[in-house]
C-alpha cells in the first residue's frame, strides 16, 4: 500500500512517469497498479487522467512520432540535394531521439500485441521508408556509394542512430554532449572513420 | 500438460532450445517448466542435462563470447596497421554476430540481475575495450578522422554492427547473404555512405 499523494500532474508529467514504467518493466508488464504505485497516486485518480493503459502508450508514442515526422517537415529536409537532407534529416532524428529519450526508446521497443503497439510499428515503418526514399534519391543523384544496397544502407543508418538509446543519458557529467553525438553520427555515417 | 517426447538432446540441442525460449520470454521471465513445454521433455529429463537454468544462461553466453573473443586471435586482428585489424574485427564480428545469431542475441539483451549475468555484461564490457583500444591505435597512425571522439565511436560502431540481430534472419529468402551484410558494415563504418 502506497501512501497516496495529492494528484497533481498535468498529462505532461503523468505521461513522463508512465513511460519510465513502461520502459522497466515493459508495456505488457506494466498494470495500472504499477503505474498508480510509482506515481503515487490512486488508479482512480490516474483513471481522471487517461480512460487506460493503451491511451497512455498511444500518448507516448505519437509524441515521438511527431518528433520524428517533424523533421522530414523541415526544410532542411525539403530543400536542396537529396544527399544534404539526409544529412539533415540524420541529424535531426539524432537530436530528437535524445531530445525525447524515454519517448523514442519506448517507440524503438514496441512488439505489437495491441492495435495502439500495431499502429505503432506501422508508422515507424513509414518513416523509415521515407528516409529509404531519401537514399534512393541521393543514390539517383550520384552521391551515395553504390555498392551498398539501399535497404541494407537504411538500416545500419537507423541501427546506428536508434543505439544512441542504448547509452545516452542527458546532463550526465562528463559524458559527450547531444550536439557532439549528432555530429558524430553524421559523420560516421555519410564519411566514414577512416580518415580520407 | 505437454506429452513428453523422447529425450533425444544433445547440450547443442537443447541448449539452441532454451535460447529461443529465452529470447522470447526474457531470461527472467523464463521458468524450468517453460524450458521443460518448449523442448518437450520433462523438467527431470533437463535437469539430466544441465544443473539449472543459470547453467543454460552460462553456456549460451560462452557460445557468444567465445565467437567473438576467438575473432581477436585471428592473424588479421593481430597483424598489420591498427586500421585494418579494427576492419577485419568489424568484419568478423558482424559474421559472428549472423552465424551465433540467437547467442550474441541473448548476450546483447543480457541485464545483469545474476552472477552470470553480470559476468556476461564484464566480459561484453572487455571486449568493448579491446576494439576501442584499436580504434585508439588506428587514431595514433593517423589513420582514423580526428574529429570524432574515440568511444563515441566505438559505441556507434558497436551500435551499427549490433543492430543486425534487430532484422537478420538467416535464409530468408530475397533477403541480403551474410557477406553482403558483413561487408556494407565495414564500408559504411569506415568509409561512409556518401560517395567519395
Known amino acids: 500500500m502506497t501512501m497516496a499523494k495529492r494528484d497533481t500532474y498535468t498529462p505532461d508529467s503523468l505521461l513522463a512517469v508512465a513511460v519510465e514504467v513502461f520502459i522497466e518493466r515493459g508495456y505488457d508488464g506494466t498494470s495500472m497498479e504499477h503505474l498508480s504505485q510509482a506515481a503515487g497516486i490512486s488508479k482512480s485518480s490516474i483513471y481522471h487522467h487517461v480512460r487506460s493503459k493503451e491511451e497512455l502508450l498511444r500518448r507516448a508514442i505519437s509524441r515521438a512520432l511527431d518528433g520524428l515526422f517533424g523533421v522530414l517537415a523541415e526544410p532542411g529536409a525539403l530543400q536542396g540535394r537529396a544527399i544534404e537532407r539526409l544529412e539533415h534529416v540524420t541529424r535531426r532524428v539524432a537530436e530528437v531521439l535524445m531530445d525525447e529519450l524515454p519517448y523514442v526508446t519506448l517507440l524503438l521497443r514496441v512488439r505489437g500485441n495491441t492495435d495502439?503497439?500495431?499502429?505503432?510499428?506501422?508508422?515507424?515503418?513509414?518513416?523509415?521508408?521515407?528516409?529509404?526514399?531519401?537514399?534512393?534519391?541521393?543514390?539517383?543523384?550520384?552521391?551515395?556509394?553504390?555498392?551498398?544496397?539501399?535497404?541494407?544502407?537504411t538500416r545500419l543508418?537507423?541501427?546506428?542512430?536508434?543505439?544512441?538509446?542504448?547509452?545516452?543519458?542527458?546532463?550526465?557529467?562528463?559524458?559527450?554532449?547531444?550536439?557532439?553525438?549528432?555530429?558524430?553520427?553524421?559523420?560516421?555515417?555519410?564519411?566514414?572513420?577512416r580518415r580520407p
Open 116 to 153: 495502439t503497439e500495431r499502429w505503432a510499428m506501422e508508422r515507424r515503418r513509414e518513416f523509415d521508408h521515407k528516409v529509404s526514399d531519401l537514399l534512393k534519391q541521393a543514390a539517383a543523384e550520384g552521391d551515395l556509394r553504390d555498392d551498398v544496397d539501399i535497404r541494407l544502407a
Open 157 to 193: 543508418l537507423f541501427g546506428m542512430i536508434n543505439s544512441i538509446v542504448e547509452w545516452y543519458r542527458p546532463g550526465r557529467g562528463g559524458a559527450v554532449s547531444r550536439d557532439e553525438v549528432a555530429e558524430a553520427v553524421v559523420r560516421t555515417a555519410f564519411s566514414g572513420l
